[in-house]
């Protein structure tokens, strides 16, 4: 039993797990499989800290799913990604609010994204102001989605650039220690319907 494992195992190849080129097309680990057919939908994590080498982005995990596989390699797309957990329990904080919206919006050129942000507070807020940020906050992701295409929009999340666009936008309304979108996914791309 034990010899028909290791044969089985011997007739796996490596592969080399290539991500996206909104990403620089690095290298972000290996994977095996028998046939390469096999690693197509696969789906991979990776934080944005091993794939730039900078350590303060090891609280935003890419989620990628393999595409495509072409020689000793598979070709990843992306389809979200989402802060970690200890990270997003960090920013709560008493007598502050916590205000979360989740969208879904259309990139320039077609894709149908849903993206969840979160503002934290100063001070707690009061009901009419809660509505307000979380009216800005969608107002600013609608709008930046329709200007950028979706690796565009995609760079803006995770470099933290479309935060720093609500933030500015919701100051004046309401003081913010935070801005954070913490999750996103991919629901549609261009020509297919979506789910």
């Not at 797309?77 to 979360?100: A, N, P």
């Not at 479309?162 to 935070?178: E, N, T, W």
Request: hydrophobic letters at 40%; charged letters at 25%.
């Amino acid at each position: 039993m034990a010899v028909a494992k290791a044969e089985g195992w011997k007739s796996k190849q490596w592969y080399n797990l290539v991500a996206p080129e909104m990403f620089g097309k690095a290298n972000i680990g290996e994977t095996v499989a028998d046939v390469p057919e096999k690693l197509v939908g696969r789906v991979v994590e990776v934080t944005l800290g091993e794939l730039t080498n900078d350590l303060t982005k090891q609280n935003i995990k890419l989620v990628l799913k393999v595409d495509s596989v072409g020689g000793d390699s598979a070709y990843t797309k992306f389809v979200g990604h989402q802060l970690t957990q200890d990270y997003l329990r960090s920013l709560v904080k008493r007598q502050t609010s916590s205000v979360e919206s989740n969208i879904s919006v259309k990139t320039r050129d077609d894709y149908t994204i849903r993206v969840k942000p979160s503002c934290f507070t100063i001070k707690r807020a009061r009901a009419n102001q809660v509505k307000e940020i979380r009216q800005i906050m969608n107002n600013v992701i609608m709008s930046r989605a329709k200007e950028l295409d979706m690796a565009q929009f995609v760079q803006e999340i995770v470099t933290g650039k479309l935060s720093a666009g609500i933030y500015h936008d919701v100051k004046p309304i309401y003081p913010l220690r935070r801005v954070e979108v913490r999750k996103t996914e991919i629901e549609a791309e261009p020509g297919s319907v979506a789910a």
